[in-house]
């Protein structure tokens, strides 16, 4: 850090433990953010912190899921202490299924063009617009990018979708699945996510003589400092909780 | 089972301050002794509420010879370390026990303790690391006195008074070094005179 920046951009707090100190106060408002991860690293429930901390705030909220069926989802994140039914009931935080927004549109095809991709981020964009959403989860865009069938489009469609939902105004975490965290690997699936979106952070495991401690690593974050160093990850039911990796475990 | 207190612990817990870390030696003999006559005055004198860190033997075991010699426990937390490697060794009817993996995960330790810290209903609160030498048994030197140094600093920023359990002799050097130099106050029952 070189002391206080001349201007600082309003952030968006994510209320997760750590994160926003991490973040020198928070994702800056309206960046587009890849949540690059393992399975069983801790996206989702991160994600569902970030929109639990916006709802109790009175934000407006939206998660789109797509890897899995919202029933389901809810059933999951019901076992967290931090998460209240009611903010669904209530319509602060909005859960949409993927499967059935393709329906509404009429995309039954097994890979999109640049029609339907132009036809979801609208749709994507008419729900934040209608509602008011200001914190957006889509999880996870690598299950809706492997409908689309080259890297340019999939290149297009993110940085149209990031550049409308900044426009207004909504702060974005869209999760992709990966399947190493290691030094060598890429931050997204397809290899083209992370250098157009405003921020990256990447969850994983280290792997500690057989036992896997999870870690978060915050490796981009346009217009705001950061710390690049390794957190350990602990999922308790009051939510996500970070703490600097102890640097001689690290390991490679 | 009737124990007798070593009273001048509590004497000497009387002199502490909340952000004070506490280096407690004690021999291989009478570590149960010196850890209860410390646990006994912080819950029923000063009222405090803790996390004990159980690395030297299961927490059940623990919570069951505390209770027979009268500590009340219903403002401690306990995270066990060692059942996890135990076949069957978290079925336990306690609780407030909760289970780490393994010894190993120091990160996983750290972050449970401030999760329940922040659960804990009193004001002052404690954190007992029982003890330093179990740690030693799985983790490497310079590992330990890294996250020694994170301990101590972490709850001392947070006006919580920790004790370090350790037996001199089964302590690595450079780690026995560090707690001479973080710690703030010392408890010494590592010579056992036997007269």
Known sequence: ?252 | MTIEFDQRIAEQLTEVTLNSSIQVRCGTSNAFLVTASMVEPLVTEFEMGGVYISASRPAPELIDTLTEIGVPLGSIQFIDCVSSALLGGTESPYTNISYVDSPIMLESILLRTLFHLRQMPTEQNFVVLDSVNALAIYNEERMLAEYLHTFINTFRARDVLTAIVNVPDQTPPSVLSNLDLYCTDLIDRGQVVIS
Not at chain 1, 152 to 166: C, E, M, N, S, W
């Open chain 1, 1 to 252: 850090m070189f002391g206080t920046p001349q201007y600082t951009r309003d952030r968006c707090v994510t209320g997760i433990h750590g994160l926003d100190e991490i973040l020198r106060g928070g994702v800056p408002y309206g960046s587009t953010v890849l949540i690059g991860g393992t399975c069983g690293s801790g996206k989702t429930t991160m994600c569902i912190e970030f929109l639990v901390h916006g709802a109790k705030m009175g934000e407006a909220c939206a998660y789109f899921a797509a890897t899995e069926p919202s029933v389901k989802l809810l059933e999951n994140v019901r076992q967290y202490s931090f998460f209240d039914m009611e903010m669904v009931d209530k319509g602060l935080i909005n859960v949409f299924d993927m499967d059935v927004l393709y329906s509404w549109l009429g995309l039954t095809k097994a890979t999109f063009d640049r029609d339907d991709i132009d036809a979801l981020v609208k749709a994507i964009t008419d729900i934040v617009n209608t509602i008011g959403v200001t914190r957006l989860v889509i999880d996870s865009v690598t299950t809706l990018c492997y409908k689309v069938p080259n890297d340019q489009l999939i290149r297009d469609f993110l940085f149209t979708l990031g550049k409308t939902l900044a426009t207004q105004g909504c702060t974005s975490f869209l999760v992709a699945e990966i399947t190493s965290a290691g030094a060598k690997a890429h931050w997204s699936s397809f290899g083209v996510e992370e250098a157009i979106l405003d921020g990256i952070m990447v969850l994983g495991d280290i792997d500690r003589m057989g036992h896997l401690l999870r870690f978060i690593q915050v490796v981009k974050m346009r217009g705001t400092d950061h710390s690049r160093a390794k957190y350990a990850v602990e999922l308790t039911p009051m939510g996500v909780m970070l703490t600097p990796m102890l640097k001689w475990g690290v390991g490679a």
